[in-house]
């Protein structure tokens, strides 16, 4: 069997170092395709373009990738993936991989991130699928710490499937590597975010909006990917994207909705 083939993708734009380092690391793996926003796309959840058009550009940002097709996307992280999967990859890819993000997206985050929008992406269209956040948000932190840990992960991943429907999402601590104690698969933490808005007025006197906010954990559970974080574990969150509330039909069922 040859190398398998593994779609690189994120939210961060095609030149984050987050994206880089996840390209180095895959490419001992196997054989790597990038397709990634030209601009940053955080926050950007699991929107789609409909209203213009797209538009990919082949190109080479690391010298020290050759080899490697990268094409850069006008949309978002779910549009990269869309357009990767039907029109820039030669075959279905065996593995998509998006990250390394700039920040946590656990708990609540996940809602959010469009790095996990781009491997939910993925996971819809049947690819096995994988998140990985650095709980750093500086553009030039270091990931190496979690190297040989994100390579295991991609590697286990391959070898033994991730389930039907599942897609992995995956949060490193900002520690050293002799501080990572190791991996913890373990639940999404409740929690939330406390906003406000900073209200401001520009010089032509137009009101304008920052938005702010505090994160709230709500949750004590020693089995959650927020308390893995906070003792030095990675956490592994297996995450879903059929929505439905299984234990809830049974109640609106018993409703008179005659």
Known sequence: MGKPLILVTNDDGITAPGLRALVSYMKEIGDVVVVAPDSPQSGMGHAITLDSTLYSKKMQVDLSHTGTEEYSCSGTPADCVKLGLQELLERKPDICVSGINHGSNSSINVIYSGTMSAAIEAGIEGVPAIGFSLCDYNWEADFSPAENFIKNIVREALQCGIPKGVVLNVNIPKLPQQELKGIKV???????????????????????????GEFELLDKGEDTD?????????????????????????DINNWNLK
Not at 205 to 210: E, I, L, Q, S
């Open 226 to 250: 927020e308390w893995a974080l906070a003792n030095g574990y990675i956490s592994i969150v297996p995450t879903q994207f059929d929505l439905t509330a299984h234990h809830a039909i049974q």
């Open 186 to 212: 373990c639940r999404q933490a409740k929690a939330n975010w406390k906003e406000k808005f900073d209200k401001r007025t520009n010089p032509m006197g137009k009101d304008y909006y920052w938005l702010t």
